[in-house]
């Protein structure tokens, strides 16, 4: 069964730094798209960053410059390093994998990836 967990979100403070991980287990790691999302409550949930199967990266605009996501396919294991972070920032976090999906999709956010976390809150202060 396919599994994701998600792990180092916390409290910043403005310009500050964080790492994501999310290990996957229950699948084969290198042969799904694996990509961030995020949502604010009453929000929609925004597609953040997202790395399909060659490496390829994509990026929200909002992140770009700021955000970068990677992973260790040896340890089945995705990362984002946000850098320079700001309260609109603040959100929960999720980690995502579809078999099918590409990176463009992940980023528009639709259709939504099939495998999700649980989430992990970063809460950025001013």
């Known amino acids: 069964q396919l599994h994701l967990v998600e792990s180092g979100g916390g409290s910043v403070q403005a310009g500050g730094s964080l790492r994501l991980s999310c290990a996957a287990s229950?699948?084969?790691?290198?042969?799904?798209?694996m990509g961030w999302f995020r949502q604010v409550p009453g929000k929609e949930r925004e597609g953040v960053a997202a790395?399909?199967?060659?490496?390829?990266?994509r990026y929200a605009d909002f992140v770009k410059g700021r955000f970068t996501i990677s992973q260790n396919n040896a340890k089945n294991t995705l990362y984002l390093r946000m850098n320079s972070l700001q309260p609109e920032d603040t959100a929960m976090y999720y980690c995502?994998?579809?078999?099918?999906?590409?990176?463009?999709?992940?980023?528009?956010?639709?259709?939504?990836?099939?495998?999700w976390g649980q989430g992990t809150q970063v809460t950025v202060s001013s």
């Open positions: 229950g699948f084969t790691y290198s042969s799904y798209t």
């Open positions: 995502a994998a579809d078999y099918v999906l590409k990176t463009p999709q992940f980023i528009l956010g639709f259709p939504s990836p099939n495998y």
């Open positions: 790395v399909d199967t060659d490496g390829n990266t």
